[in-house]
């Protein structure tokens, strides 16, 4: 039976997961014995977080998604406490408008180590230095639409797992493995050591365009992706094995790193028959 509490204090602890704006706080949420909580927004995205195994805490829904949109995440979630208000209410208790009316805090887990994924997969992602939110969630969308198989992340990076990455993947981030390199480690030598050819994505010296047919022969790749702005740092550029570049149209010198990843994967997501 699930349990909806119409809500009347703004300031209930209860709500905390949802009026806390700090990303950094909900990942310390538990601190210090567990690890922190996350906030999964809309009901197709809750649905695949639910799918991958997350624990939800508690929803927020606007009172007509109760038996619409989200009534079978609310029988899913099987007694999780369901806050419910209008529409006004929740935006001043999250200080947003709600497009899609249902929240949900959820338990982060333990992500796969970066030695499972090099040892399990053959087509990785790298993103190092990528800060920007949306940028994550859209390069991690299209890693997970176009045959690469994991992704991994330089300490640097913003988290897979604040609500604007989460939103903007489209739920992709449940779908596609991903964590995050060690702090002060090569990773260019280590992806090496499990037997992958690195690429790295920059407007550098003698360049491959990424269509050619001896990417698409290589067994194990690392496709590597740079911060805005500035891209690759040289020094990963000059340790790479090869580096590959997306043919513009004159006049235009390079694309944003989320439109980049997709043609990226696109073509050396595939491999030669």
Request: charged share 25%; hydrophobic share 40%; with cysteine.
């Amino acid at each position: 039976m699930p349990q909806i509490i119409e809500v009347n204090n703004l300031e209930s602890e209860d709500l905390k997961p949802y009026t806390i704006t700090s990303e950094i706080q909900l990942k310390r949420y538990f601190e210090p014995d567990k690890l922190g909580i996350f906030i999964a927004e809309s009901p197709k995205v809750i649905r695949l977080a639910l799918n991958a195994g997350y624990e939800p805490l508690s929803i927020l829904a606007e009172r007509k998604y109760i038996n619409g949109q989200a009534n079978d995440i609310i029988k899913r979630c099987n007694g999780v406490p369901v806050y419910t208000a209008d529409s006004s209410v929740l935006t001043q208790i999250t200080g947003f408008k709600l497009t899609q009316g249902v929240l949900c805090a959820m338990k982060r887990r333990e992500n796969p180590s970066v030695t499972e994924i090099l040892e399990r997969f053959s087509r990785i992602a790298v993103l190092e230095n990528v800060m920007n939110q949306t940028n994550i969630g859209a390069v991690i969308r299209s890693a997970a639409a176009m045959n690469i198989d994991a992704v991994l992340l330089t300490p640097e990076c913003s988290d897979p797992l604040y609500r604007r990455s989460v939103r903007v993947s489209m739920g992709t981030v449940f779908r596609i493995p991903w964590t995050y390199f060690d702090n002060n480690i090569d990773y260019i030598e280590l992806l090496k050591k499990y037997g992958f050819s690195t690429v790295a994505m920059a407007l550098h010296g003698n360049t491959l365009d990424v269509d050619n047919p001896l990417l698409k022969s290589i067994e194990k790749m690392a496709v590597i992706l740079g911060t805005e702005g500035e891209g690759l740092k040289q020094s990963t550029i000059e340790k790479c094995d090869y580096t590959v570049k997306i043919p513009m149209a004159e006049g235009v010198d390079s694309l944003n790193v989320a439109a980049a990843s997709a043609v990226a994967f696109w073509e050396l997501g595939k491999k030669s028959e």
